[in-house]
């Protein structure tokens, strides 16, 4: 390796591993409040890693297909956001307001639309066991 392609290496190494700190001293630094909304959208961190990939117009590439015969629809965090405080952060279910999540009524894997009116906010535990029941 040429000696200028070695310094232009390190030097975007350094750029990465600074970049890496900076961002790992915003988490430090926000921790409660990236706690409280980790599970919003998918429950692992989506609804963050959504509106940072929205706010950096990139593409999410962490993204994994899934295995259904059907393809689940993205909500939208806007959308997301006018279900849970139309709900007032509340489950439907048992009324609880931790962990939640947007849930379909018809579930999408009947044909149900990713819709306002189809939406509700919803614990992942009475989501898990609700399934595509409906």
């Known amino acids: 390796m040429s000696w200028d392609r070695q310094l232009d ?8 591993r600074d ?25 692992d961190g989506g609804g963050i890693l959504e509106i940072i990939a929205r706010e950096l117009g990139i593409q999410r590439s ?6 259904t015969g059907y393809k689940k629809a993205k909500i939208d965090a806007n959308l997301r956001r006018r279900v849970f405080e139309r709900d007032a952060y509340r489950c439907k279910s048992c009324g609880g307001y931790e962990d939640l999540c947007c849930d379909h009524i018809v579930p999408e894997s009947k044909g149900g639309p990713t819709t306002f009116e189809n939406l509700q906010a919803m614990c992942r535990s009475c989501n898990s066991k609700k399934g595509a029941r409906g």
């Open 62 to 67: 962490w993204e994994k297909p899934r295995e």
């Open 19 to 43: 970049a890496v700190n900076a961002l790992k001293a915003f988490a430090d630094s926000h921790r409660q409040l990236i706690g409280a909304i980790w599970h919003w959208g998918d429950g």
């Open 9 to 16: 290496l390190e030097a975007a190494i350094k750029k990465e």
